[in-house]
């Protein structure tokens, strides 16, 4: 069942509790709220108690009147209060490059899992233009959400127009319009794509999952990430890619929070 917590500045921050045994946090990456893992968290809460919370500004939870990094740091503190102590904190995507800030800023977190976060190794790929998240608040007040999700996937991701505009004809393109506003706010975790300095501060256990089938610019990323974090391990998930099935994640991650 839902349940809220108040944050910080007063936003209400909504979350699925599953299960029972030792708490583990989920935070879901830019463009989905919670629902993306609502299947993760099925699985995992037959050994554990999950808390699957929405973002601000997406889903059930409410949202700011200006954007900060620290704002959602002060979301993971209300949701680690609602878990009555430390937690195992899981990150999918920039989910995961939030869930490392706020662990070095010294969120109480057990374990770090990061899944894929995006970082961009130079000579990889193409980054992202620096001024991504102002792109994206742009076309937001000019009434073109539209317009920033079709910046999300095309010029961010690198996905083909093809599939981009399959995309914009699917029953779930209107999600992905209500909550373009908040492609500023991974646009701002992620920052200039780069490996963030805090990650060699990290001083809890932390584990890099990277999927077997990703490109090859993420997994050079990923050992890269593992290489900066103090004592960090990988493990491969095989035949994943960025979306990964969560019936094969699941055992990787009971595996680690054990």
């Known amino acids: 069942m839902m349940e809220?917590?108040?944050?910080?500045?007063?936003?209400?921050?909504?979350?699925?509790?599953?299960g029972e045994g030792p708490a583990v946090v989920l935070v879901c990456g830019g463009s989905v709220d919670?629902?993306?893992?609502?299947?993760?968290?099925?699985?995992?809460a037959q050994d554990y108690t999950v808390y699957n919370y929405d973002r601000r500004g997406r889903g059930d939870s409410g949202d700011g009147t200006e954007y900060a990094i620290d704002r959602e740091f002060e979301d993971?503190?209300?949701?680690?209060?609602?878990?009555?102590?430390?937690?195992?904190?899981?990150?999918?995507?920039?989910?995961?490059a939030l869930a490392l800030l706020a662990t070095a800023a010294g969120r109480p977190v057990?374990?770090?899992?990061?899944?894929?976060?995006?970082?961009?190794?130079?000579?990889?790929?193409?980054?992202p233009p620096a001024d991504t998240a102002s792109i994206y608040r742009a076309f937001?007040?000019?009434?073109?959400?539209?317009?920033?999700?079709?910046y999300f996937m095309a010029d961010v991701v690198g996905l083909p127009a093809e599939f981009v505009a399959?995309?914009?004809?699917?029953?779930?393109?209107?999600?992905?319009?209500?909550?373009?506003?908040t492609l500023a706010y991974d646009a701002t975790v992620m920052g200039d794509y780069s490996i963030p300095a805090a990650a060699?501060?990290?001083?809890?256990?932390?584990?890099?999952?990277?999927?077997?089938a990703s490109e090859e610019w993420m997994?050079?990323?990923?050992?890269?990430?593992?290489?900066?974090?103090?004592?960090?391990?990988?493990?491969?998930?095989?035949?994943?890619q960025h979306n990964v099935d969560p019936a094969a994640l699941a055992p990787f991650l009971k595996e680690f929070f054990a």
Not at 219 to 240: F, H, M
């Open 76 to 96: 993971l503190d209300a949701i680690f209060a609602a878990t009555g102590g430390p937690a195992h904190l899981y990150g999918t995507s920039s989910g995961a």
């Open 110 to 127: 057990t374990r770090l899992a990061l899944w894929e976060p995006p970082y961009i190794l130079d000579g990889t790929r193409t980054r």
């Open 166 to 181: 399959m995309a914009k004809e699917s029953p779930w393109w209107p999600a992905q319009e209500a909550i373009a506003h």
């Open 219 to 240: 997994k050079l990323s990923n050992q890269a990430v593992t290489g900066e974090i103090p004592g960090a391990t990988a493990r491969v998930v095989p035949d994943q």
């Open 140 to 150: 937001v007040a000019e009434g073109r959400r539209d317009k920033a999700a079709e």
């Open 4 to 18: 809220k917590v108040t944050s910080a500045d007063g936003t209400a921050i909504a979350y699925d509790r599953l």
């Open 34 to 44: 919670r629902t993306s893992n609502a299947p993760l968290a099925a699985l995992l």
């Open 200 to 212: 060699a501060s990290l001083t809890v256990p932390t584990r890099v999952f990277t999927g077997g």
